[in-house]
């Protein structure tokens, strides 16, 4: 299975800031197709992950143009500027280049 | 409004079945792959597994492909996850999903408790 390692486990932040999530896999995410499957999550305390970066960089419908990915091969980082409260939780990376899809353990983001 | 509502949890003792049921409303369901992912408490997600439009190809995660069985009733938008032979480590909350490309929405998801 595809190992997907994100750093770092733990990320305190001051609203208004910026910070950077980084998502290693184990094997390049690049598709015989020519995309490339990694995908970013939200998940608020208490709420269900929500989609906010699909195939790298591409962000989801009334997703803010605050967060942005970008990446290739085996390295990828998702960016959040100007935090505002309501971005805070679980930031997990999704893999679905490769049988079967793995996540990463997340990344927690809270107020410093 | 894109939603799906899980239900079929509940506490379960080892060894015995549980089916959830996944019910999709807001688009037209058949159109549609959808998948399971569960997350243990305080752990990260797991994909479970996932099922096409017509059910002709259902994948699963290797080590649940003895347990857990994917299922789906168009005429109904309904999506069915069967667990059989629970354990303790399938103790989660278990949430179904859209796949359209990834999984882009999700439902609230439902707690299934294995303990005797």
């Known amino acids: 299975d595809i190992l997907m390692t994100q750093t770092p486990v733990s990320l305190p932040v001051s609203l208004g800031g910026q910070v950077s999530i980084s998502c290693r896999s184990s094997q390049s995410l690049l598709h015989s197709d020519g995309n490339t499957y990694l995908h970013w999550y939200l998940q608020k305390p208490g709420q269900s992950p929500q989609l906010l970066i699909y195939?790298?960089?591409n962000r989801f419908s009334g997703v803010p143009d605050r967060f942005s990915g970008s990446g290739s091969g085996t390295d990828f980082t998702l960016k959040i500027s100007r935090v505002e409260p309501e971005d805070l939780g679980v930031y997990s990376c999704?893999?679905?280049?490769?049988?079967?899809?793995?996540f990463g353990a997340g990344t927690k983001l809270e107020l410093k | 409004e894109v939603k799906l509502v899980e239900s079929g949890g509940g506490l379960v003792q080892p060894g015995r079945s549980l089916k959830l049921s996944c019910a999709a409303s807001g688009f037209s369901f058949n159109d549609y792959w959808m998948g399971w992912v569960r997350q243990a408490p305080g752990k990260g997600l797991e994909w479970i597994g996932e099922?096409?439009?017509?059910?002709?190809?259902?994948n699963y995660i290797p080590s649940l492909k003895d347990k857990f069985t994917i299922s789906r009733d168009n005429a109904q938008n309904t999506l069915y996850l069967q667990m059989s032979k629970l354990g303790c480590e399938d103790t989660a909350i278990y949430y179904c999903?859209?796949?359209?490309?990834?999984?882009?929405?999700w439902g609230q998801g439902v707690m299934v408790t294995v303990s005797s």
């Open positions: 195939r790298v960089s």
């Open positions: 099922i096409n439009q017509d059910s002709s190809t259902i």
């Open positions: 999704l893999q679905s280049t490769h049988f079967p899809n793995t």
């Open positions: 999903a859209r796949r359209y490309g990834t999984f882009d929405y």
